[in-house]
């Protein structure tokens, strides 16, 4: 498993990262069989595992916490604080109020008293940015955190924390933690340029496109709606939407060339990934052994100029297949009220 440098932080991280969320009441709810993924992963050479608070409300920290046991100084560690995590209106956010018993209730389900990336999960346009920095500068400060991140926050909000982090004297962002497939490209058209301009750290998630890219899916009745993630974002995977319908030609495409190179559609999907020279990281979330196990054995896969080509006539740079696969939409689209008097 090849290694890259964090952010400009020193840090030094594998290519892959373990992304922990399908361990848990999401995916796999078995916690000795996730503590042996985990484990599983190390092994195979990952450094890397990013959690967050809401994944399976806090069980899934809690899982990584016990798979760390006696290996905690060897592995980097990240996890992510914004999403609402009890009923009142202040328990989530981006203010200093919920980020600091946030990062206190996450470290003690990791059971750690630092992580080495503590990552703002979603933008809040309800609060200043300057108040976010600031109690991430405290976290820094304080011993509780190595460095911060942000994940899915569009160029001119990276942009504008990084100049605001440098007025006012703050700790800056050293990575993005945006969507990034062969599926979902338009974070090549101003994200990753924005983060390679201030040598920012990129760790994609998703790169199997939701399990787009994971072989299973040839034709439209491969798909059932009925059942886990596809039951409830059924507009990413409702294959009577024509922005669906161009996926299974676009995998009929890519599953050509992965047997053109001879390797699994998923080594190719992740190898993509990891040719953009602004990618640090790219995250994996297998939910059982033999998920984990294909993409361990994928990371030796390095893809020639002709073979990124071909994918780029198969689907544009810049380009999502589905506009509605992003999960970020700002506030000024999403929000009728900032578009009315």
Request: no cysteine.
């Amino acid at each position: 498993m090849q290694r890259r440098i964090l952010g400009g932080t020193g840090i030094s991280v594998s290519e892959y990262a373990f992304g922990a969320m399908m361990l848990g009441a999401w995916g796999n709810t078995d916690h000795e069989d996730g503590i042996r993924m985990v484990h599983a992963a190390l092994d195979g050479g990952i450094n890397f595992i990013d959690t967050a608070d809401m994944y399976s409300q806090g069980e899934n920290e809690q899982i990584i916490g016990k798979a760390l046991k006696g290996r905690r100084d060897d592995v980097v560690l990240a996890t992510k604080g914004h999403f609402t995590m009890g009923p009142d209106d202040n328990h989530g956010g981006n203010s200093r109020r919920w980020l600091t018993r946030a990062l206190e209730d996450s470290l003690r389900r990791l059971d750690t008293d630092y992580v080495d990336l503590y990552q703002i999960h979603r933008p809040d346009h309800t609060t200043d940015i300057d108040e976010t920095l600031s109690v991430l500068t405290d976290f820094v400060r304080s011993g509780k955190v190595r460095a911060v991140g942000s994940s899915v926050f569009p160029a001119e909000q990276i942009v504008e924390a990084q100049w605001v982090s440098e007025k006012r004297g703050h700790v800056r962002f050293r990575t993005e933690q945006p969507p990034y497939s062969i599926f979902n490209r338009s974070i090549e058209k101003a994200v990753l340029p924005t983060t390679q301009r201030y040598g920012i750290g990129v760790l994609t998630w998703s790169p199997l496109a939701s399990g787009w890219l994971s072989g299973r899916y040839d034709k439209a009745s491969d798909v059932d709606l009925t059942v886990g993630r596809r039951s409830l974002q059924q507009h990413k995977f409702d294959p009577t939407l024509p922005a669906n319908a161009v996926k299974l030609d676009a995998i009929a495409e890519l599953k050509k060339l992965a047997a053109e190179i001879g390797r699994p559609l998923t080594h190719l999907a992740l190898a993509f990934v990891r040719a953009h020279p602004g990618v640090t990281s790219a995250i994996i979330g297998p939910r059982t052994r033999e998920q984990l196990d294909d993409l361990l054995a994928g990371a030796d896969l390095v893809l020639t100029g002709d073979v990124l080509d071909r994918i780029d006539e198969i689907v544009p740079p810049g380009v999502d297949l589905n506009p509605a696969d992003a999960d970020y939409t700002p506030p000024a689209i999403a929000d009728k009220a900032l578009r009315r008097r």
